[in-house]
């Protein structure tokens, strides 16, 4: 599976204290959602967030180190950008995903991480909301 990862996860050292395996597929940009730091990074509505694609067959370890199931954080797919197809050599390849056009980005939920001033659209459950915003906004993973 394909991550985009913005915060300590674009660390190697970091990495390798969790995962077993996995590569990093160079540098690409989120449209659509900056960046906040709390008390942990987190992603809110609007602009740009720098970041690395990270792949991995370990997705169970990284849902547990971004504190899924404590509701810190939810994993949502973003899709790559129109102009960068999934056939295209500038996206990365995958050979364990089964949908070669989506990535994997966690977002925190803000009251959990005292990340003040985030607010995302009131629709139901925070996961339900960064999913509406995402498909609404057209939020997506582009090349550098």
């Not at 597929?25 to 990270?54: M, Q």
């Amino acid at each position: 599976m394909r991550v985009f990862v913005y915060g300590t996860l674009t660390d190697p050292d970091r990495a390798a204290a969790l995962l077993d395996t996995f590569a990093y597929r160079g540098d690409w940009v989120l449209d659509g959602l900056h960046r906040v730091d709390g008390t942990y990074p987190t992603l809110a509505p609007g602009g740009k967030t720098r970041g690395r694609i990270l792949r991995t067959t370990e997705i169970d370890v990284l849902d547990e180190y971004e504190g899924v199931e404590r509701g810190l954080y939810v994993r949502v797919p973003v899709s790559f950008a129109d102009d960068t197809a999934a056939g295209d050599e500038a996206a990365p390849r995958d050979d364990t995903a089964t949908d070669n056009e989506e990535v994997a980005v966690y977002v925190g939920d803000p009251d959990a991480l005292g990340a003040a001033g985030v607010s995302w659209p009131d629709s139901g459950s925070f996961r339900d909301c960064v999913g509406q915003y995402i498909r609404e906004e057209a939020v997506c993973i582009r090349r550098e």
